[in-house]
């Protein structure tokens, strides 16, 4: 997969790239990811990029004609072009999935003081990474490189990523790993004794459990199995 990120920050994703699986993912092919000045496509002899509002207001706005001119030198048909943006769709773990599927991705980056609405022309979609809002664009380009990245085949573990909290609509189950006992706090026996069977059903329970006690919008959002109905009734007992 192909990543493209069209920021005025470049120097930003250094440390989201650089380090991890990223950077693992990023030297042996599994992606590439390439950093796209937007400054480098202003015509202005001082490289603005930006301007005053029309109707006037604070701040600058970023031009459309610069990011236009980023945006077709960088995409062909098969880019998908998401701009990051506040008033975007939500992004969840079903979106990573979506975009993890794409040859090419390309991410624009809006600015702290806004973007001239033209600009959302020339995009495929918009992507808010939740209902706050940032400086700009950029680290909500990581987010979204970082959780599609982990998708792509070979970058973790096949099973890491589809024992994920939300792959399957839960969150995960708990974790544990050595000593055993720390200050008084046990791993729960089951885990220890190795019964695949019981630690299989532990694990559900509790996963139901955490999603039920944390986001119970999940649940309603998500078709139980018959087995999930009974340990999500034991659930509810257990809590009152
Ligand atoms: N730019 C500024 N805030 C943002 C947000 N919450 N999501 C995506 N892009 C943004």
Redo the contacts with the bound molecule.
């Keep these: 997969m192909k990543i493209k990120i069209l920021t005025l920050f470049p120097n930003m994703f250094e440390g989201i790239l650089g380090e991890s699986i990223l950077k693992r993912a990023i030297e042996s092919g599994i992606c590439s990811v390439e950093l796209i000045d937007i400054r480098a496509y202003s015509l202005d002899k001082h490289h603005h990029v930006d301007d005053t509002p029309y109707g006037g207001g604070a701040g600058m706005v970023l031009a459309c004609d610069v990011v236009d001119r980023a945006i077709a030198a960088n995409t062909t048909d098969k880019s998908y072009k998401v701009l990051?943006?506040?008033q975007?769709r939500t992004?969840k773990q079903a979106i990573a999935k979506e975009l993890a599927s794409k040859e090419e991705l390309v991410l624009i980056?809006?600015h702290?003081e806004g973007f001239d609405e033209r600009i959302r022309d020339y995009v495929d979609d918009e992507?808010?990474?939740?209902?706050?809002?940032?400086?700009?664009?950029e680290l909500?380009a990581g987010v979204v490189c970082d959780s599609v990245i982990r998708l792509l085949d070979h970058a973790i573990r096949k099973e890491s990523s589809e024992e994920d909290s939300f792959s399957d609509g839960l969150l995960e189950y708990p974790q544990y790993t050595r000593p055993v006992e720390y200050k008084g706090v046990c791993v729960p026996e089951v885990l220890v004794n190795g019964n695949h069977k019981l630690i299989r059903e532990y694990r559900l329970k509790e996963s139901l459990r955490k999603t039920y006690l944390r986001r119970p919008d999940l649940l309603e959002a998500r078709a139980l199995t018959g087995e999930e109905e009974k340990l999500l009734k034991e659930i509810k007992e257990e809590s009152e």
């Design positions: 990051m943006t506040p975007g992004y980056c809006g702290y992507i808010s990474i939740g209902d706050y809002v940032l400086t700009g664009g909500a």
